[in-house]
């Protein structure tokens, strides 16, 4: 059974502290920490691109775990901010790897839900094609796409990347996925050279579709919220996050939040909380992602028994 | 049935923005009172869910106090 065995992080290291901006924008920091839950924002360098998010995220992983690189058999980068419009980043990560000829690799066009689109894309290409080890890279550098004199997302996002290991060698497997989409509200959260958002609107669908999904994904397989250990939800903003917690009922023990220190990571934020708790004994984690698009997914992980 | 500031001041309250509903001023900008620019976003989401309304973008100027958005609702009902 396909599943997630690790997952590698790379933050990078320089932060630009929004602290500094509170005059330029109005606001005080008691709004930074406890509204949009954004203190700094984690910045790569210039010249770094996209396949060098994901490079340095893989360096990670193989701190944590033995992988042998001519054991991968597929590559899928989740981003919309690519190295370039053509080729697929996840042709140059490949390159970069030196993974074999033999590896398929293709990339994903999502934002915030991403990482759910994912995870179920690349388990059921690896099924079909019997494979046994694949990579889900996650890495979406939004500094290159950011209006800085914005105050809707100027303060709001940072940059990240992740990758997921999977393998037959699994921590946790996905037990049910569940998607949407609201296509006709695409241009409430897009990039026309710079980004836009329209914050009443994305908050109004997180707030009102997110938590009826969740729970009806929840009732669908029968699990109630005493069994689901962690609800790792995307990181959009503490704002956010707090009103789906406070909508499903829930303890915020459950919801673990972590952008404080570098921001909303677009597609890598549910990865980044993830890979902490990979080595935990929770039977049940339910992950939920939703943003661009406007698109939702989510899922339940279940603890692989014996591991 | 006609809504009252009471049945506004009851969703405030539910929205937790402020610590005392009772002490708000109607007739003053609910964001000159403590409610930030989420908060506010937050109150308009309650109020179109409770009285089954839409407020568009474009109404906001016409919802800054509690009065306004009594006699806001009540035009929408």
Known sequence: MLGIAEIGRYIPNVRVSNV?????????????????????????????????????????????????????????????????????????????????????????????????????????????????????????????????DDKNTDLLFGDAATVTLISTEALYKPVDFSFGTKGKEYQQLLCDKKLYMNGRAVFNFTATVVPKHI?????????????????????????IVDTITKRLKIAQEKVPFNMLEYGNTVSSSIPLILAEEMKSEHSYMLLSGYGVGLSWASTILQKVEGK | MKVTTDDILEVIESAEVVADTKSLQNDIKLTDQGVDSLDIVNIYLLLEEKFDIKIPDEDLSQVTTVNDIVEYVNSKL
């Open chain 1, 215 to 239: 729970q009806n994904l929840m009732q669908k397989n029968n699990l109630s919220d005493d069994q689901i250990g962690r609800y790792i939800l995307h990181q959009g903003s503490r704002f």
């Open chain 1, 20 to 148: 500094e901006k509170l005059a330029k924008f109005e606001l005080d920091e008691d709004f930074l920490k406890n509204k949009l839950g954004v203190l700094s924002q984690s910045i790569k360098d210039e010249d770094e691109k996209t396949s060098d998010l994901c490079v340095k995220a893989f360096y990670d992983l193989e701190q944590k775990t033995e992988i042998n690189k001519e054991d991968i058999e597929c590559c899928i980068v989740v981003t919309q901010n690519p190295d370039y419009n053509i080729p697929h980043t996840s042709a140059i990560v490949h390159g970069k790897l030196a993974l074999e000829e033999s590896c398929a690799c293709f990339d994903i066009s999502l934002g915030c839900s991403g990482y759910v689109y994912g995870l179920s894309t690349i388990i059921a290409f690896m099924q079909n094609n019997g494979m046994k080890k694949g990579l889900l890279f996650t890495a979406d550098p939004y500094s290159e796409i950011i209006d800085h």
